[in-house]
C-alpha cells in the first residue's frame, strides 16, 4: 500500500507532539482512491456528492453521540468512551479515515480513539471512518457534531 507518514506530509504540523506520529499515515492520491471506490462509492467524490441509492445514504443511520461539544470544551476523552462503548473494534484495528476520493489517513483505531479531534481538524464534513477488519459498519462525523454509525446490509456486495 502507497502510503505517506504524515510527519512527512503537508498536514503535520496538525499531529505534532504525538508520539504517536510514525503510525499514522496519508495515503497517497491513488490509493485513497482505491480504498474510496472499493468501500464507499465508484462515482461520488465526497460524502456530500452520493447518489440517494448509495449504501451510506441509503441504510438507517444510528445517532451514537455528539462530538462538536466535546470538541468546543476540550473533552475530548467523552468522545472516546463513546466510541468505545458503542463498537466492538479492537485497538489494534487498522482505520481509515476517509474525506474524499483522493483524501485518506490510515491509523490504528487506538490512536484515533486517542486522537480524534486532530483529525476532525483536517475536516469536519463528515468523514468517514472504515474499519479495515469490519465488513459492515462505518461511522461519519456530521459537521453540527452528530457521530452516526451506519451498517451495511448483509446483501450489499461491495467489500466493506
Not at 144 to 160: A, H, P, V, Y
Amino acid at each position: 500500500m502507497a502510503k505517506i507518514p504524515i510527519l512527512n506530509s503537508d498536514i503535520s504540523e496538525i499531529f505534532q507532539g504525538l508520539s504517536s506520529m510514525n503510525t499514522i499515515y496519508l495515503l497517497t492520491n491513488n490509493e485513497a482512491k482505491t480504498i474510496w471506490i472499493k468501500n464507499i462509492d465508484k462515482s461520488a467524490n465526497s460524502y456530500f456528492k452520493l447518489e440517494d441509492d448509495s449504501w451510506l445514504v441509503r441504510n438507517e443511520k444510528y445517532n451514537i453521540g455528539d462530538w462538536l461539544d466535546s470538541y468546543n470544551t476540550g473533552k475530548y476523552e467523552l468522545v472516546s468512551k463513546i466510541l468505545n462503548s458503542v463498537l466492538g473494534w479492537r485497538d489494534e484495528d487498522r482505520i481509515y479515515f476517509c474525506l474524499s476520493e483522493v483524501l485518506s489517513i490510515e491509523s490504528s483505531w487506538r490512536e484515533f480513539k486517542l486522537n480524534w479531534d486532530k483529525f476532525i481538524e483536517i475536516d469536519d464534513d463528515c468523514p468517514i471512518i472504515i474499519n479495515q477488519s469490519s465488513n459492515c459498519e462505518v461511522i461519519i462525523f456530521k459537521p453540527l457534531g452528530e457521530i452516526s454509525l451506519l451498517r451495511k446490509d448483509s446483501t450489499e456486495n461491495s467489500s466493506l
